[in-house]
């Protein structure tokens, strides 16, 4: 290496990364500490998002000894928990009527009525489209398994199931005495309930 070389004034050294840290960092807040403080500790319940800055040693004595919940009763640490399960927002109570616990939404005046379903976003709508519609074309097996059990083609489901224990009550060789034609008519109207509840007609 030439130290008279004109290329030997443009070389720099790093500093020291340590000792930069050290003198930018602030003071670690422990009393007594004259260490850097680069390592944060929270302050405490009630003052989140605001941290205490302490050294290496001193961050790791207070993290031993902290506790979030000091100062609070056991009843008060039971509702605090049972509130974060929720990100403590408020809930409602799901399957109940409303007005009986006085979180109605959507519903008009003290006890329900009066007002039909508020549903700003139509998230409900599907269902009032579908109402409307006509049922779907049926298949030529839909349609003789409808013929078998005696029922048109704008049977619904409760008058399928309806007919279906009639007509099995009817056919059932306790009931008409071992007839061969009711065991056949019988096995047809099983076969044809069966096709039914396959298609989703029932």
Not at 60 to 83: C, L
Not at 182 to 200: P, T, V
């Amino acid at each position: 290496m030439k130290f008279d070389s004109k290329y030997f004034d443009c070389v720099r050294v790093k500093p020291d990364q340590a000792k930069v840290v050290r003198e930018e960092a602030p003071l670690c807040q422990w009393k007594g500490c004259t260490a850097a403080g680069v390592y944060r500790a929270p302050r405490g319940r009630g003052r989140e998002g605001e941290y205490h800055l302490l050294c290496l040693d001193h961050v790791r004595e207070f993290n031993a000894s902290y506790n979030y919940f000091a100062g609070m009763s056991n009843s008060d640490i039971e509702t605090y928990q049972k509130d974060s399960v929720t990100g403590h927002r408020p809930t409602w109570k799901v399957g109940a009527n409303a007005w009986a616990h006085g979180t109605q939404h959507g519903l008009g005046g003290a006890d329900g009525r009066g007002r039909h379903f508020v549903d700003p976003h139509a998230f409900f709508a599907w269902r009032a489209a579908r109402a409307g519609e006509q049922r779907r074309t049926l298949k030529p097996l839909e349609l003789k398994s409808l013929e078998a059990l005696d029922l048109t083609t704008a049977a619904e489901r409760h008058e399928i199931k309806a007919r279906f224990k009639e007509l099995v009550k009817r056919h059932h060789p306790d009931a008409n005495g071992g007839d061969k034609r009711s065991e056949d008519k019988l096995r047809e109207i099983i076969q044809a309930y069966n096709y039914l509840k396959q298609a989703g007609l029932v």
